[in-house]
């Protein structure tokens, strides 16, 4: 009979000895918590430092486009402007359509 009273002090004694193995404690579970907030917190500052990198990039990339851009519309207005100059205009009219100014006697004034 002493065999079988042994059997629960065994287990009894298993259960004081590995406490962690039966339920964990709530330090423990602080601790795990604690770690995998950190590994989260790192995974968290490596991506958004990665989408930095990468949106800044990108913005360098359109400023420089921005300013491409910005000098060909200059170029344009420089050439809007050659194009457009009264004396250029007078001088394809009388070149091309062969216009002239009228002479004094050719001129009609009409009133209502």
Do not use: F, N
């Amino acid at each position: 009979m002493s065999q079988g009273r042994s059997l629960p002090r065994t287990t009894k004694a298993l259960r004081a000895a590995w406490p962690l193995a039966w339920q964990p404690s709530w330090r423990l579970l602080l601790i795990v918590g604690l770690v995998l907030a950190c590994l989260l917190s790192a995974i968290a500052v490596i991506a958004t430092s990665h989408q930095t990198r990468a949106q800044y990039a990108r913005l360098q990339q359109l400023e420089r486009e921005r300013d491409q851009l910005q000098t060909e519309w200059g170029q344009l207005l420089l050439e809007e402007s050659a194009w457009s100059s009264p004396a250029r205009i007078e001088r394809l009219a009388v070149e091309r359509l062969e216009m002239r100014l009228p002479e004094v006697d050719e001129v009609e004034v009409i009133r209502p």
